[in-house]
């Protein structure tokens, strides 16, 4: 069988071996950031509804003898 001769090899790659370009590398870094600052929000406007859930448990609990 030949060689599959359409594939790149790894030296053949920009991103191989540290040899990514600055700006593939700052999208990577402001993707990641904005994942995070995006968890923090729903995070943020989720904690709300669980206060209210446990006060609500903790209200309707049938109490102990």
């Keep these: ?3 599959n001769k359409g594939e790149p090899t790894l030296e053949k790659i920009d991103d191989y071996n540290g040899n990514e370009s600055k700006q593939k ?3 990577v870094r402001l993707i990641v ?3 995070v600052l995006f ?3 729903l995070y943020y ?3 709300p509804v669980l206060d209210q ?3 609500i448990q903790e209200k ?3 109490p102990s003898k």
């Design 33 to 35: 950031i904005l994942l």
């Design 1 to 3: 069988m030949s060689k």
């Design 53 to 55: 859930a446990v006060e």
């Design 25 to 27: 590398r700052n999208t």
């Design 60 to 62: 309707t609990q049938i």
């Design 45 to 47: 406007l989720k904690q």
């Design 39 to 41: 968890g923090a929000a």
